[in-house]
């Protein structure tokens, strides 16, 4: 029994309230940043049939990339900057960055606005990227780390299926295209929920230490988790500061280049997967006949978010079955099936289309990609960085990591479009299961070498 002024250890501690607050505050950039891809998804048909039916196939690759370029971007300059002069205000300024722009891009209603404001809301939703899991990371007891950054990345689902959800029972309210742009209010709304969120909140600990602020931090430490709580090995951090940076180039050398292939490569994959298949689901729908009941462009279009809601259930569900496996299975296991199962359904989706199979059938394809996509790929890419490199490496080699998986998050979104005007939904989806299995082939045939199963039990 714990005697009334015994300290506890931050490390070994059981989980608390002060836990699942910073969980909570944290993880709303995640699902901010799904929901805002899933909204471009379902704006861009709405613009061609309200404002520009002549919107080529590059312009909505431009329209949709545009918000991932800004992420991209954001994650690299908020990263550094918070580096140098600390977490708390950025964590406060980016959602304060995305509400600006967002009632920009709603008041201007003109398309280059529209381009530009996206970037913007990507910069600060890239700031929360880097923000996020080093709060909840610095926070959490060492066994239960691992899991809740698993449970942050978790809360992209619930944003894909709130935002979906949202914008069919708006656009059923209001029975008109013409009011596409007041869409983009949702993303005021929860952008004023996470900056109100962050006023009584406090820098993050292990940059106070990192920065040599050691009575700083034990102070804000007690804020988050109590007054009974001692800091833990977080005070070790000024030791890893003194080490050697590893730079980007001697990650391509012959000792580090098959984690830098692993690491990166199987992340670009699954960005193609969840941003560019996952934001044209609704446009896809419509190219695959699977909204095949409602009559005119505006009923079709709020059919296919319809579907789409459907589908991104089950996300949330992949997600769930994902955390639920991340401390039980090999991860090289659970990335590697999942691109395989993934693929399967995309098949599944590309039979039933060229067969002319029942739509239901061709929808449960698209779940199965969903499902396993999330279960595996969409979370381990996120995890499996910080493994495979060690501490001297971790923080260039998880980097790159991220922004190669953005770029091919990036590309997806780009090409899609342009896939869809050349070969129509086939080549979208031979595209799509190419490059799913070509991240479950490079998980299989680097993991096991890379990340052996003794070294992902130590």
């Avoid at 990335?335 to 199979?357: C, E, K, P």
């Avoid at 342009?418 to 991240?439: A, D, H, N, R, Y």
Wanted: contains cysteine.
């Amino acid at each position: 029994m714990k005697m009334a002024n015994e300290m506890v250890n931050m490390d070994t501690m059981p989980l608390r309230w002060g836990h699942f607050r910073v969980l909570l505050v944290a993880s709303l950039g995640q699902l901010l940043g799904a929901a805002l891809a899933t909204l471009i998804g379902v704006v861009i048909p709405l613009i061609q049939i309200i404002r520009h039916p002549e919107l080529t196939s590059f312009q909505q690759g431009v329209i949709a990339g545009s918000e991932l370029i800004g992420l991209m971007l954001g994650s690299l300059v908020f990263g550094h900057l918070s580096d140098k002069y600390g977490y708390l205000f950025f964590f406060r300024f980016c959602p304060a960055l995305v509400l600006l722009f967002s009632l920009i891009a709603y008041f201007s209603n003109i398309l280059p606005v529209l381009v530009v404001a996206l970037f913007f809301m990507g910069f600060g939703i890239g700031g929360e990227y880097s923000l996020d899991p080093d709060y909840i990371s610095e926070i959490m007891p060492k066994r239960w780390k691992l899991l809740m950054v698993g449970v942050s990345k978790s809360f992209a689902a619930i944003g894909n299926f709130l935002m979906a959800g949202v914008c069919f029972w708006l656009l059923k309210e209001w029975n008109t295209a013409e009011d596409w742009n007041k869409l983009l209010l949702t993303v005021s709304v929860l952008s004023v929920i996470m900056l109100l969120s962050r006023i009584r909140f406090w820098e993050s600990p292990g940059w106070l230490v990192a920065h040599e602020k050691l009575q700083e931090a034990e102070v804000v430490v007690k804020h988050f988790l109590g007054n009974d709580v001692d800091l833990g090995d977080l005070k070790n951090t000024p030791i890893r500061r003194l080490k050697r940076k590893v730079t980007w180039g001697e990650l391509f050398n012959k000792q580090n280049i098959q984690k830098t292939i692993l690491g990166s490569v199987p992340w670009a994959c699954e960005g193609v997967g969840v941003y560019g298949v996952g934001v044209f689901t609704p446009v896809l729908i419509l190219v695959l006949g699977l909204e095949s009941v409602s009559e005119g462009s505006f009923d079709k279009v709020v059919g296919s978010v319809a579907i789409t809601s459907y589908i991104n259930v089950f996300i949330l569900i992949g997600f769930i079955i994902g955390l639920f496996l991340v401390n039980r299975w090999y991860h090289i296991k659970t990335q590697s099936l999942g691109f395989f199962l993934a693929a399967m359904g995309l098949i599944l989706l590309l039979i039933a289309y060229l067969f002319h199979w029942p739509a239901w059938i061709a929808i449960a394809g698209f779940m199965m990609f969903e499902l396993f996509l999330n279960a595996g790929p969409h979370l381990m890419t996120f995890i499996l960085p910080t493994q495979i490199y060690t501490v001297e490496e971790r923080g260039t080699g998880v980097g790159l990591s991220a922004a190669i998986g953005k770029f091919g998050a990036v590309a997806g979104v780009v090409f899609i479009p342009l896939l869809l005007k050349w070969g129509g939904g086939t080549l979208v989806l031979l595209f799509s299961i190419g490059v799913t299995l070509l991240g479950g082939m490079i998980t299989l045939f680097l993991g096991r070498k890379v990340f052996p199963k003794k070294d992902a039990t130590k």
